[in-house]
């Protein structure tokens, strides 16, 4: 007689398809959509077609956007932008009630059109997908309520362009939508054009709950499309997708005073020690690479095994593997559906073909594909170097390579070899250890003994060149306002000046010394050999040291080698804080008389000690957070510092300016290399003695001092620079912006600032980058 469990491994499931009939006779009754602007929908333009990947039929006809179509949307956002602002938050609330009860009311009609369109089982868009982005109206509803009193003196931005990818469409747009008409946006958004239709029946959402005209605008159609809303008159752009058109636009934007945040690629480390409950891990490898066929830019791609558990994990997550069930995607008992697109498959494909071929070996289970459609068999790469292209590229599909490591520190090591930081996955019974590997993991996302769990009250984006800024909780919202500055007085092209060779000893009896860069705690002289004149009025007042690109990159050097800034404590960083703005009140008179001699206001000196005190007092008040997310698990925001800042400042404020920018920075932990202001660098100069007497760990600060922008050039294109803020002239600002495209870092440029005022949290919160970190709690 069969055992229970016999019987069970012997019974098959039966097909539980969800009926597609509504949706069906949706579409057709549609057939061919145009765009949605300013309340209603075009007539259909040029279009394409739409299919459904699983069986490759034609869903709808879907208008390509043209510049033109993209011209008039945003104008009606622009129209509507200032009654929506200028509505009060409850009013606004009650729109984004009104739109989330509307997609709860057809929670399942969405989440059928859906997997229609994406391919995803519809398991996932019913559980995840739908119920998110239903969430996310519900929660920012909240937001738009409590926006003036949470954020004062912020403003929203105006228009925002939005883009999205197609892997998640409809909770992508909620992420995007939502907390931009909370704040008072309005929006131009254009989804992916493999599934531009849960977006258009969202439109129809807001037409039906009588949304104000042109406050949500949806344009269809490809990259040319979304090329065009880059460039359109807009405050904002705000994107998702991959890492290569998130450098397009951050090219493209650079110099234009476009706001802009960027959730891009991830190759995001899966990590397994061998204390963790391996079972719950390969549970976890399932929702990490499988989940939603591996197209999750959070996906845990790289799955990294302790060597003492690799053999016996490896077996039990190949036997794992060989029961998902792929298929028809709208059967509820499917695991896995289909690949969005056939050049998604290819491309799957391609970077699978590429990793075997660079020696990793590919397990994949005989598993029957369904004839039609674009299926792939999820599977896992054994044996992938570090520089093999399946553990570099984003694969993007349902394959992970598996590494093993034998010491945390190599876990460590193995999981920041990568360009992205998105997320990380951490699996050890071990809190200490696991908490202490998220601490040193690059990513703004860490999930201990879990994995891809997301909440509207919690932050969700990268670091390095998974981009910048935070969807999600006050983070996110933070994204989709500023702080207005009232207009003033531009900051000038910095002015050309003089080279000459440092002097041995100065000759004129105006100059009174000569100063050198400070690099590393040191004292340096510039690689250059030379100097330049600083005059006020035709008078010389004394050479400066003339920092050339070699000095930069020792600077940066330096600062990298100061990392143990960032792990000392909020209370030990606010003590040297507090010992420099104490030395730099026993100098204040001198200071106000050097200010005084460089034509400057006097009062910049006491301003500056001043500051030194606020920062000191802010460097262990900056906290994070505890996330009310729908979950049990603890959700804490961290603010991290970004590692090393490069900053250029302002001339209009040689001392106050720079204390402005550099105290904040290294009040969070960073490591600064700041360029003084080029006309007076010498008030800068001119502390390196209250650092030296302050306690300041060497390589904390350094400053080189010459041509601002020359020197703001070789920090943007710097790897090794995590941030840069800059003030200056338009074109500097462009270039910093420009060249910060490389490794993506975040920039932050100004025209110049109100400097008696810049101080708080707006310089504290743009100091830090936020890591999110969940971990199970009463479970
Ligand atoms: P993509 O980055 O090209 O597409 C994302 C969105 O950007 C789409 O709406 C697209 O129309 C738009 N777009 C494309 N070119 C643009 C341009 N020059 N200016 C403005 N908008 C533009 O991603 P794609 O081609 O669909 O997928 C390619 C690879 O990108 C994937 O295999 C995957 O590795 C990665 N990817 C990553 C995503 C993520 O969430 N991190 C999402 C989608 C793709």
């Known amino acids: 007689m069969p055992t229970v469990k016999e019987i069970l491994e012997t019974m098959d499931y039966g097909p539980a398809p969800e009926s597609a009939s509504e949706v069906t006779a949706w579409l057709q009754a549609r057939g061919r959509f145009g765009h949605f602007i300013d309340g209603s929908f075009t007539e259909a333009g040029e279009t394409f077609v739409s299919e459904n990947p699983a069986t490759g039929e034609a869903l709808a006809q879907i208008t390509q956007g043209t510049t033109k179509d993209i011209e008039v949307a945003v104008k009606a956002a622009r129209k509507a932008a200032p009654k929506w602002a200028g509505l009060s938050g409850h009013e606004r609330a009650k729109y984004l009630y009104a739109i989330a009860r509307h997609l709860q009311k057809r929670a399942r009609f969405l989440a059928v059109l859906e997997t229609l369109d994406n391919g995803k089982p519809i398991r996932e868009s019913r559980d995840i997908d739908i119920p998110l982005a239903i969430r996310h109206f519900y929660h920012h509803a909240g937001w738009a309520e409590l926006v003036a009193e949470e954020f004062p003196n912020h403003a929203p931005h105006g228009v925002c362009g939005q883009i999205i990818p197609w892997n998640f469409p409809l909770l992508m747009l909620a992420w995007k939508v939502a907390p931009a008409l909370a704040a008072g946006n309005t929006v131009v958004l254009k989804p992916a054009e493999f599934t531009s239709l849960t977006a258009l029946a969202f439109a129809e959402i807001c037409a039906e709950i009588g949304l104000p005209n042109g406050v949500v605008n949806i344009v269809t159609g490809d990259g040319a499309t979304g090329a065009a809303l880059v460039d359109a008159e807009v405050d904002k752009i705000a994107f998702t997708g991959s890492t290569e058109v998130g450098r397009i636009i ?324 606010a003590q040297v804080l507090y010992y420099i703005a104490e030395n730099l009140a026993v100098r204040a008179e001198e200071f106000a008389a050097r200010l005084k001699e460089a034509g400057h206001d006097p009062k910049e000196a006491e301003a500056t000690v001043r500051r030194a005190f606020h920062y000191a007092a802010w460097a262990d008040k900056f906290d994070g957070a505890v996330k009310s997310t729908q979950s049990a698990k603890i959700t804490v925001a961290m603010n991290e510092p970004w590692g090393v800042m490069g900053i250029a400042c302002p001339d209009a404020a040689p001392l106050l300016g720079f204390a402005s920018l550099v105290l904040p920075a290294i009040a969070m932990g960073n490591r600064v290399v700041a360029v003084p202001a080029q006309s007076m660098p010498l008030l800068a100069t001119d502390l390196y003695q209250v650092f030296d007497t302050s ?85």
Not at 295 to 312: D, F, K, N, P, T
Not at 702 to 716: F, H, M, Q, Y
Not at 737 to 756: C, F, I, Q, T, Y
Request: neutral net charge; charged residues 20%; proline residues 6%.
């Open 695 to 779: 306690d300041l760990p060497s390589g904390v600060v350094n400053i080189v001092s010459g041509p601002r922008d020359e020197l703001a050039k070789t920090l943007a294109q710097h790897d090794d620079v995590a941030a840069m803020w800059y003030c200056g002239s338009a074109e500097g600002r462009a270039m910093v912006e420009a060249e910060s495209a490389g490794n993506l870092k975040a920039s932050w440029v100004m025209e110049n600032r109100d400097w008696a005022a810049a101080q708080g949290r707006e310089f504290l919160s743009r100091a830090t980058q936020i890591k999110t970190i969940w971990v199970p709690y009463g479970e």
């Open 250 to 573: 951050r090219r493209a934007t650079a110099g234009t005073g476009k706001a802009l945040t960027l959730e891009l690629g991830g190759k995001s480390p899966f990590i397994v020690f061998p204390d963790a409950d391996l079972d719950a891990a390969v549970e976890g490898v399932v929702d990490a690479i499988w989940f939603n066929q591996g197209q999750v830019c959070c996906a845990g791609s790289r799955i990294l095994v302790s060597e003492a558990v690799a053999q016996e994990f490896t077996a039990r997550l190949t036997a794992r593997l060989g029961k998902l069930r792929v298929g028809d995607p709208l059967d509820k008992c499917t695991d896995m559906g289909a690949i969005v697109h056939p050049t998604q498959l290819a491309r799957i494909r391609d970077l699978v073909a590429q990793g075997e071929a660079a020696g990793a070996t590919l397990i994949q289970p005989e598993t029957q594909l369904p004839a039609k459609g674009s299926f792939f068999a999820p599977g896992l790469l054994t044996g992938a170097e570090p520089a093999n292209p399946a553990s570099v590229e984003e694969i993007f599909g349902p394959v992970a390579t598996l590494t093993t490591f034998r010491t945390p520190s190599e876990a460590v090591q193995l999981a920041n070899t990568t360009r992205y930081g998105l997320s990380a996955s951490i699996w050890s019974e071990n809190v200490t250890l696991a908490m202490d590997i998220a601490a040193q993991v690059k990513a703004g996302v860490v999930w201990i003994n879990c994995t891809n769990q997301f909440d509207a009250a919690a932050g969700f984006g990268g670091m390095r060149e998974s981009g910048f800024g935070r969807e999600g909780g006050r983070e996110g919202m933070l994204a989709y306002l500023k702080v207005p500055e009232p207009k003033r007085k531009p900051e000038t092209k910095a002015t050309d000046f003089t080279a000459r060779p440092s002097p041995e000893t100065p000759s004129a009896a105006a100059i009174d010394r000569t100063p050198k860069l400070y690099i590393g705690g040191k004292q340096t002289r510039p690689d250059s050999g030379q100097s330049y004149t600083i005059a006020v009025k035709g008078r010389e007042l004394g050479l400066a040291p003339l920092g050339s690109r070699k000095d930069i990159r020792n600077a940066v050097e330096a600062a990298h080698k100061a990392s143990g800034w960032g792990k000392q404590t909020g209370h030990n960083r």
